[in-house]
């Protein structure tokens, strides 16, 4: 079994920065993917950002130069460094981990963590 818990999440005004992480624990391949996905209320989650095991990062335009992907394999862990935060970032951010299982392509996501953007 795999574990995702996100942490970091809470209220900061528009402008300011937050810094989210995601430890992954459980049988966990060396070979994975990790990204950072939002949901918005009445919205479809997004995908943010992703890095490879080689730390191969993705960005979405919509973070694109503000938001930070970064990763500890040796922890297992992920991060979301976010700047010049704004209120549409407002949003619950999942963590996810992708990797091939017994041939299968799986992804695990983690509980989520609230992140408010006051204005």
């Known amino acids: 079994q795999v574990q995702l818990v996100e942490s970091g999440g809470g209220l900061v005004q528009a402008g300011g920065s937050l810094r989210l992480s995601c430890a992954a624990s459980g049988s966990i391949f060396a070979i994975n993917t990790m990204g950072w996905y939002r949901q918005a209320p009445g919205k479809q989650r997004e995908l943010l950002a992703t890095?490879?095991?080689?730390?191969?990062?993705n960005y979405a335009d919509s973070v694109k130069g503000r938001f930070t992907i970064s990763r500890d394999n040796a922890k297992n862990t992920v991060y979301l460094q976010m700047n010049s935060l704004k209120p549409e970032d407002t949003a619950v951010y999942y963590c996810?981990?992708?990797?091939?299982?017994?041939?299968?392509?799986?992804?695990?996501w983690g509980q989520g963590t609230q992140v408010t953007v006051s204005s």
């Open positions: 996810a981990l992708d990797m091939r299982v017994d041939g299968e392509q799986k992804k695990y």
């Open positions: 890095i490879t095991n080689t730390r191969y990062t």
